[in-house]
């Protein structure tokens, strides 16, 4: 590990935030002796952001909380085209409504880990429709295209991927990396921002930034990228058998959230705790410390720490509880995810496949029959091995719900509707 003097590389090298750094010595020093203003890119491709942009997320808010500036930078102009980085195909093109709202969710959830109205150093949303939307087409060829070689294009890994597999890529597409460079030329003149981060898969892509910077006469210009991270056993940050993990609690209950991260393998806990919680390294160090089934209290740990910093502290408690009352009593919480049914659809009966599929626990009806074959479907705690059984409202309980199980650790509330 490297030692570095200033607060911001301390933190992220002790961390494991650090997978590149353009200029180490020269970065550091910068950001021992002034305030810095860096910036993250993210395109409006949805409403939400998943698990998987935490880290970069993670990232800004250090770099605020070490006495920095930063920058969630907002593609509304980029992500009218796209990023083709390591994707198999050109992704679906948005209209300028569609990404404007995208917009406006992703700020709350940026709000929950920078301080946007902080009297010193405030984070800045900024986004880059204000100046790639009125770009005068031949103008920027001229004084921006012309500085970029197709031929070291061709050679970034982005774009070999797409090539060398023989998908097609754009030329829109390939125009992205020239106006995401563009963008940190903008906000360096705008804002005097020094560093972008990201991903270790956008690192041509900042190189690019600094590259175009140096050749259009900006003071020097820095890249720091974070790895991208997977799980212990291989999977990918941000999913989960039944889809993306999102940020936002209208697409992913807090419930569902808070379990995510309870159910972490072991080896990843520690690792995790670094990364997606503020909980001081000396408290990690000990729970570093725990063994055998104790390793459980660090896991519940982990997820109402990650799920109070998105959520807030009292529905990360409240989460934390609703599972203690499910495992550890049996109990029904009125905070499990639900799904509503039209009571005359229980009235009449409702395909037990039918109802685990709405609900949520399998994809198709033949994913929930061998869910049922396997044992893994309760019914208000009873197993079910019918898998023709009907649902019906004689399973309604005193408490006005049924409860569907899959497993030890899945569970919907049915309620009549």
Not at 130 to 157: A, C, I, Q, T
Not at 170 to 191: C, G, P, W
Not at 211 to 236: E, F, I, N, V
């Amino acid at each position: 590990m490297s030692e570095f003097k200033s607060d911001f590389l301390h933190t992220l090298s002790e961390r494991g935030f650090i997978h590149q750094i353009s200029d180490e010595s020269g970065l550091d020093e910068l950001l021992r002796k002034e305030t810095v203003t860096a910036y993250i890119g993210y395109d409006p491709t949805a409403s939400s952001l998943h698990v998987g942009h935490l880290t970069q997320i993670m990232l800004l808010h250090w770099f605020q909380a070490t006495g920095h500036q930063p920058i969630s930078l907002m593609g509304g102009g980029t992500g009218m085209v796209g990023d083709p980085s390591f994707k198999e195909e050109a992704r679906k093109l948005m209209t300028v409504e569609i990404i404007e709202d995208n917009i406006a969710s992703l700020k709350h959830v940026f709000a929950n880990y920078l301080d946007y109205d902080k009297s010193e150093t405030p984070a800045l949303m900024i986004n880059n429709a204000e100046w790639l939307r009125g770009l005068n087409y031949l103008e920027f060829l001229r004084d921006v295209g012309r500085h970029f070689s197709v031929n070291r294009m061709l050679s970034f890994d982005s774009v070999k991927t797409r090539l060398d597999r023989e998908q097609s890529l754009s030329f829109l597409e390939f125009n992205y990396m020239i106006l995401q460079a563009y963008d940190f030329v903008e906000l360096h003149k705008r804002t005097g921002c020094r560093l972008q981060m990201g991903g270790s898969d956008q690192w041509g892509n900042i190189i690019n930034g600094i590259d175009l910077g140096h050749r259009m006469g900006t003071t020097q210009l820095y890249a720091l990228t974070s790895p991208l991270l997977t799980t212990s056993s291989g999977a990918k940050m941000g999913k989960s058998v039944n889809g993306a993990v999102w940020l936002n609690k209208d697409l992913l209950p807090i419930y569902d959230f808070w379990q995510y991260w309870r159910n972490t393998e072991d080896a990843d806990v520690i690792r995790f705790m670094k990364l997606f919680t503020t909980l001081p390294m000396a408290e990690i160090n000990r729970l570093a410390a725990l063994g055998g089934s104790e390793i459980n209290d660090a896991k519940k740990i982990l997820a109402t720490e990650v799920t109070a910093i998105l959520h807030g502290r009292q529905a990360a408690e409240e989460a934390a509880e609703t599972a203690r009352k499910t495992f550890e009593e049996g109990a029904v919480s009125e905070n499990l995810p639900s799904v509503d049914v039209p009571a005359s659809e229980l009235e009449a009966g409702i395909g037990l496949l039918t109802l685990v599929v709405r609900a949520g626990l399998a994809s198709s009806n033949g994913e929930a029959r061998r869910h049922v074959q396997g044992g893994a479907v309760r019914i208000n705690d009873e197993a079910v091995s019918d898998e023709r059984r009907l649902i019906g409202s004689g399973d309604v309980t005193s408490d006005g719900i049924v409860k569907l199980s899959l497993g030890k650790k899945k569970h919907i509330l049915v309620r009549p509707a």
